[in-house]
């Protein structure tokens, strides 16, 4: 977008002359752009299992009304479509109000150990179903990092549910923390790995794009919302922090968060906030 703008002679002593201005609105309407495909995707999703439903229930008052053995598969399918559109409701609300949140950095400090075993019982119902044991030996009582727990539960939850989702064949899912180095900066890695089917090198840099999914044919991937990555990469940009996907095809995938090392300001805030 080009301004021009006429500057006023002085007194009749100067000539007129224009300033031009010169805005680049790409940015702008690139922003814009990702806005409306946003809401429509999300439409889109939302009104899939809603056309499902609405199918149903007409063949349910129509020519299924007698047929009790094929009025219960119809409603058991109409529950898992009405579950499907409270997950997407859920991953939709909480992108959201991570968005919202993300330039307000967490203040607290979280235990990684600790978020890491609660997400662990949480989803050893799931690895059980799918014959897959969740390993995790921390070597150290506490891994401290500066961060939200409900947040950092709900990145290690989606990482870890996706490892036992997709790398199911794999009979274990390992997670693991580590301390070590990036450009001289101390930082903490705490990495989800799975001895799946791996991921495509083509997809790998698309993965926490909102929506986007490698394989929707796959009946696992169809659970999915396609906003779990998303989400984790959100929560970690307010940490600081970022995702690192290492993935073989055929071998399995891993998936880390690197955060970086507590700073001794950081353990000082702390210490007030806890005095406070
Ligand atoms: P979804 O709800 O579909 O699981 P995510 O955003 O969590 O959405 O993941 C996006 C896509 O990335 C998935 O649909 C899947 O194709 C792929 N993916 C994620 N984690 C893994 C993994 N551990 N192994 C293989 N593919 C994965």
Redesign the pocket.
Known sequence: VVEILPVPSYQGMLPTFFVVLFHDRTAERRVERMRSDFVANASHELRTPLASLSGFIETLQGPARDDPAARDQFLAIMREQATRMSRLIDDLLSLSRIEMRRHVPPMARADLVSVISKVRSQLKPLADDLGLSLDFTPGEDTVQVVGDEDELIQVFA??I???C???ADGARVEIFLNRTTERGEAVIDAS?R?F????PAE?VPR??ERF?????G?SR?K??????????RNILLRHRSRLIVD?VVGR??T?TARFPAPSENDTQDQRMLETS
Not at 212 to 216: K, L, S
């Open positions: 989606n990482l549910e996706n490892a989702k997709y790398g989800v799975d799946g089917a791996g991921i997809h993965l926490t986007y999914r490698v394989d929707v796959n991937s659970r999915g919302t396609g906003l779990g990555l998303s989400i984790v993935s399995g995938s998936f």
